[in-house]
């Protein structure tokens, strides 16, 4: 049959199915054998409709037609015979044995005897390998998952499992073209013609009456076609190219579709494109003609009739470049000036760079692993090393006899590969040895141990994470030939891949719509492609070069590339057409003998970039000639890694002394000068403290847990067979079973974070419970603490901060004065950072003036004071009831005021991304939105009802967070300043009311989650839909009301006063206590912690285990835990998800009200 006569039973098809002749429909898909749909497949299975499941299969294939095909119906007649034996209709089951069963004896003549022998047993779930067979309908769905990854594996059902793209009514629109076109050629065309039949061609009669000619052909059945029309014979510009026996257009493209035939968007209907693109956009010339359209009870008639008039261009037409030999894509308005040139930072890592991978949401943050086993986090806007950890077994209990072997022969360890999660909660790192290692990261220096896997015999040569079925997994390939993959959340393997014969050097996970499939690459220069299911590789490929390759997709995942080194030396860079199996093109610009594998990224789905020659070489995705080059101004090795950012604004390039450059282009220079300027130390540490590591679960236990749950091959001796073993009589009891979830599901847990020690069993939770007492600390002796020296008259201290840099504390006291303390750099303390084992200096400059406020007309001991810090440390805004003034922090001069009162301020707030916009809370209850340097308010935020006494922005999810003292929470969008949502703050029954009193709000480090703080309470949310997370209220050994709270630097622990004196340390996870420091602690000694008690709390940058008291009689107080502790206290056992016995959930009530609570 022509390739348009089967495009005209498509047509058909659309046409049945909107006309509702379902019977027929089906029966067509069947016969015509084109269109597989699986949505009636499934029912017709789900149903039990067998006999019509077998008549509709009939129409594809045979049940001796393939392995695959033979698997599909022994599975269906199993299911049949099976579900007979449960109604204990012992004849019927005799008879399907006997007629449908038994060809499958020919080939398994002991599976057909085990089957037979269910027929002795009185329930067949007595067999072991059924023992897990439930009800009918699950056992059905079940055996349908099954059927389809066999339907989706089986050739003959290649470029079947998809209906083309066509708009709603296509064939009636086509007639109506038809009919159009006829009518414009009529001589003598009349203004309403009266079309009563398709069945000849319309011609208008002529003037005087006579009856026109007879039509001189009929497209649809081969006549010959009136001239300019298209015929419909062989040479038709819209003749497909031949499948290729080797396509992967059958296996991964093509899932099913949402409904049988509804119509989709315009684009193909598989991977591969018209040999002649361009010929898609010809469209016959439209006569001259001034008459009337025809007009065929069509939805699209008006549209086909502007296309029918001359000069006018369809609206829906797409302007697309062809490229000459290869498929078209659109065009990118990316220029070559956009790319990375520019050096903007240089950092010394130590150890030779071997994989580098940016942040897929904090673009600036880079990890990168070395030859030596390393890792390290760096934010490179500040050139800041966030976290290092070298390479240790964690549980070497845990690790196989071949690992420790190996790892005694020789100790040396490399790192092959480092890669974030898609949302960058999760890190993972691939060893020279065995192992993998993942974190889990959550900002800053927060860098957890999660899970170890002793994944390979000998190296890890590649790692990446993917998301078959909805579940976050970790794919490996190994020295060992395989390619593996794992449970992210609980490191149990899933699946492991055979079929290379030799060490598999990379992987590429990828998928088209709902189908998922990987990559694989070996050293021996073959490429695999593997579907989720253990039925072996789908293709078979030759990489050039036949050696190390890796593959990548462009970031629209459209087109596939491949880089790669002969052992000669010889480089090649490629483009693939997924469809054929065949190189589209081949990059040019290679030294002839590179010194090393060559490594490539993509970039901003146009560009191309690989190391080379001790360069960077560019290459536009469509021209095969090398676009330009760069040697990042020296430095570099002959093959230097490279890798872009996210939105292509950075690259990263290994050099030859053990650092890296970073390249940016003129966004990118805007980025780092912005977190230059902002100096975001929270998410800086210095070297780490010798503090204890938590527990460690052994995650190798879990992945090897006897009976190779998951994704395990089954022994091929029983009768649970794999596809390539022919038929098996496993129901999905161990190889489909539901997935587990294991404690907080990664996708479920806070913040994203998993658990870092395996689950306890119930009997030893009681023992944690009883052995866990809150650490109680009442002697200045049992930590660390200071009161920093004070000349000046004491006032109480309204508002704390460190610097940035943390060198320095600035308190602004209740009579609007400011006063800094600066720690020296000395031989006690070489990094110069704020310590309480160094005293500082209350610092003045030469001049002797005091930075005060403005306090005109004001008295500032009534006045909410309110004060914000430059990212730079350079200069500091605040105010106390006046004008808003802002300090030069050198000088301690004014550099100008503004915003006189009424109203005053009462919150200020930097724009994290633009030091020159403020958002700036008001008595009045509004914010507004100020820019300095043009001294305007840019917007005026109305929505609280008293005055703002908080405000935070989130980077993430570009919004900003207000409190005000009506206890009520506002968000509104950064990028138009709208209002989003708004939430009053809720409290148990039996607490105080928070519709008093100050809120205070403050984001995590994963700009995701917010600490809300009130007298009344401790509350974490869920920032984006103000869902309220954790709850912690004042109760022993904590009763008295909260004065103030903050999140430590790392956002792990929160720092709170209380009004009686004492300052509690809280798990940020759970909000429960850890540690309670009492009043003598800091509280001069007879004074009552009744009087005197901290005001307000500061968490230091950069130290997480470091705060900062300022108190209601002046003093400031610098308070951390002794170095042989290094820590405070420790955290109690999990009490699933409650924290001191309130509930994780949403407050019940009115939470999600925004109606003032009475």
Not at 423 to 431: K, P, R, S
Not at 668 to 691: K, S
């Amino acid at each position: 049959m022509s390739s348009l006569s089967r495009e005209l039973v498509f047509l058909i098809l659309q046409f049945l199915d909107e006309e509702k002749f379902k019977e027929t429909v089906h029966k067509l898909e069947q016969e015509s054998g084109f269109f597989f749909n699986m949505k009636y497949f499934e029912d017709q299975v789900q149903g039990g409709e067998w006999e019509e499941v077998e008549r509709y299969l009939s129409g594809f294939t045979k049940v001796d037609d393939n392995r695959y095909s033979m698997k599909i119906f022994f599975e269906i007649r199993k299911q049949k015979y099976l579900e007979a034996l449960d109604k204990q209709d012992r004849a019927k089951a005799v008879d399907i044995l006997v007629k449908d069963l038994k060809v499958f004896s020919s080939f398994n003549e002991e599976l057909y005897k085990e089957i037979t022998q269910l027929l002795t047993l009185e329930n067949f779930r007595e067999n072991e390998q059924l023992s897990k067979y439930g009800d009918t309908k699950s056992a059905r769905n079940i055996m349908l998952l099954e059927l389809k990854k066999l339907i989706e594996a089986n050739p003959l059902f290649r470029d079947k499992l998809a209906f083309p793209s066509l708009k709603a009514s296509r064939l009636r629109t086509l007639i109506n073209q038809s009919l159009n076109w006829q009518h414009q050629l009529c001589k003598n065309p009349r203004p309403n013609p009266d079309i009563k039949t398709l069945f000849i061609d319309h011609t208008c009669g002529p003037p005087n009456g006579a009856r026109a000619p007879p039509p001189a052909n009929n497209p649809l059945v081969g006549g010959i076609p009136k001239q300019g029309a298209f015929p419909l014979g062989t040479h038709s510009p819209f003749q497909p190219a031949p499948p290729s026996a080797s396509s992967l257009a059958g296996w991964m493209a093509n899932p099913n579709p949402p409904a049988p035939h509804a119509p989709v968007a315009n684009g193909p209907a598989a991977l591969t494109a018209p040999p002649n693109s361009a010929a898609l956009l010809k469209r016959p010339r439209t006569p001259p003609s001034t008459t009337p359209t025809v007009d065929y009870q069509s939805a699209d008639s008006e549209h086909l009739m502007k296309r029918a008039r001359p000069g006018v261009q369809s609206v829906d037409e797409v302007k697309t470049v062809f490229v000459p030999g290869g498929t078209s894509h659109p065009q990118n308005n990316v220029s070559p000036d956009d790319l990375p040139k520019s050096v903007a930072r240089s950092l010394n890592q130590g150890s030779c760079v071997m994989s580098m991978d940016f942040h897929p949401i904090q673009q600036s943050v880079l990890l990168v692993g070395t030859n030596v086993g390393d890792i390290g986090i760096w934010e490179v806007g500040s050139r800041e090393k966030l976290a290092q950890r070298t390479f240790k077994v964690w549980d070497i209990t845990a690790a196989s006899m071949p690992m420790q072997a190996a790892l005694v022969k020789d100790p040396a360890v490399s790192v092959n590969r480092t890669v974030w999660n898609p949302d960058g909660t999760l890190l993972g790192v691939a060893f020279s040895k065995h192992i993998v290692h993942i974190y889990a990261y959550n900002g800053g220096s927060d860098l957890r141990q999660h899970l170890e896997i002793d994944a390979h015999v000998g190296g890890v040569n590649d790692l990446a994470f993917s998301h078959p079925n909805k579940q976050l997994c970790v794919i490996t390939c190994g020295d060992d030939k395989t390619i593996k993959v794992w449970d992210a959340a609980t490191g149990r393997k899933q699946y492991t891949f055979e079929g290379h014969e030799a060490p598999v050097y990379s992987v590429c996970p990828h998928h088209k719509e709902s189908i998922q499939f990987i990559f694989s690459t070996a050293i021996d220069g073959k490429i695999k492609a593997w579907l989720y299911d253990l039925l072996g590789s789908r293709v078979d490929y030759d990489a050039p070069g036949h050696w190390c390759t890796t593959m990548a997709y462009s970031a629209d995942g459209t087109r596939l590339f491949s880089c790669g080194t002969s052992k000669d030396g010889e480089s090649y860079l490629v483009e693939w057409n997924e469809s054929e199996g065949a190189i589209k093109r081949t990059y040019s610009g290679f030294r002839k003998r590179s010194a090393g594998v060559v490594q490539f990224d993509t970039t901003r789905n146009r560009f191309l970039a690989a190391g080379d020659e001790f360069l960077i070489k560019f290459w536009d995705m469509d021209n095969t000639n090398l676009l330009t080059t760069i040697d990042a101004e020296g430095g570099l090795p002959a093959s230097p890694r490279l890798r872009f950012n996210k939105d292509g604004s950075l690259l990263a390039v290994t050099t030859s002394d053990n650092g890296i450059k970073i390249l940016a282009n003129r966004d990118g220079m805007q980025m780092l000068r912005a977190l230059e300027a902002r100096a975001y130390d929270t998410n800086r540490v210095p070297p780490e403290p010798a503090v204890s590591k938590p527990p460690v679960g052994n995650a190798l236990g879990v992945v090897s847990t006897p009976g190779g749950g998951g994704g395990e091959r089954p022994n091929s001796s029983s009768m649970a067979g794999s596809v390539m073993d022919g038929p098996t009589l496993n129901m999905g009891g161990s190889r489909v079973r539901p997935r587990e979830r294991v404690g907080n599901d990664h996708s479920g847990m806070e913040g994203g974070r998993t658990p870092e020690t395996k689950p306890r069993i119930p009997d030893e939770i009681p023992d944690r419970s009883k052995s866990w007492k809150l650490t109680e600390i009442t002697e200045q002796n049992q930590c660390r603490t200071i009161r920093l020296p004070d000349s000046l008259p004491p006032n109480k201290v309204a508002r704390l901060i460190y610097t940035n840099a943390g060198v320095a504390l600035l308190a602004l006291a209740s009579n609007a004065v400011h006063k800094l303390w600066k720690w020296q750099r000395n031989e006690r303390n070489i990094n110069g950072k704020a310590t309480a084992s160094v005293s500082p200096q209350l610092w003045q400059p030469a001049s002797g003036i005091l930075m005060t406020n403005d306090i005109s007309e004001t008295n500032p001991e009534d006045a909410v004071p309110c004060i914000a810090l430059s990212k730079n440390d350079s200069y500091v805004m605040s105010a106390s009831g006046g004008k808003v003034s802002l300090f030069n922090m050198m000088t301690f001069k004014v550099m100008t005021t503004f915003m006189p009162p009424p109203p005053a301020a009462t919150f200020l707030a930097f724009h994290p991304q633009d030091n020159n916009i403020i958002a700036i809370g008001m008595e009045d209850s509004t914010i507004q939105i100020y820019n300095v340097r043009v001294d305007e308010v840019k917007s005026k935020l109305k929505g609280h009802q008293k005055r703002i006494t908080g405000l935070a922005f989130s980077n993430t999810l570009n919004v900003l967070v207000s409190s005000g003292a009506d206890a009520q929470l506002c968000m509104w969008g950064t990028d138009g300043w709208e209002k989003r949502k708004s939430k009053f703050v809720q409290v148990q029954p039996g607490g105080r009311s928070p519709s008093m009193g100050d809120t205070r709000v403050q984001f995590h480090n994963d700009q995701v989650r917010l600490l809300v703080v009130h007298e009344s309470q401790l509350a974490v949310y869920e920032a984006a839909k103000l869902d309220r997370l954790r709850q912690w209220v004042p109760q022993n050994p904590f009763p008295a009301a909260i004065s103030n709270a903050t999140y430590s630097c790392d956002s792990q622990l929160i720092y709170a006063g209380f009004v009686d004196g004492s300052v509690g340390v809280f798990d940020a996870e759970s909000l429960r206590p850890r540690c309670r420091l009492a009043p003598s602690v800091h509280i001069p000694p007879g004074v009552s912690g009744s009087t005197v008690y901290p005001l307000v709390i500061a968490a230091h940058p950069a130290e997480p285990n470091q705060f900062a008291l300022g108190l209601s009689d002046g003093g400031v107080q610098v308070i951390e835990p002794l170095e042989s502790e290094g820590k405070w206290g420790t955290g109690p056992p999990a009490d699933n998800g409650t924290a001191s016995g309130v509930p994780s959930g949403p407050a019940s009530g009115n939470q999600g009200s925004d109606q003032t609570p009475r």
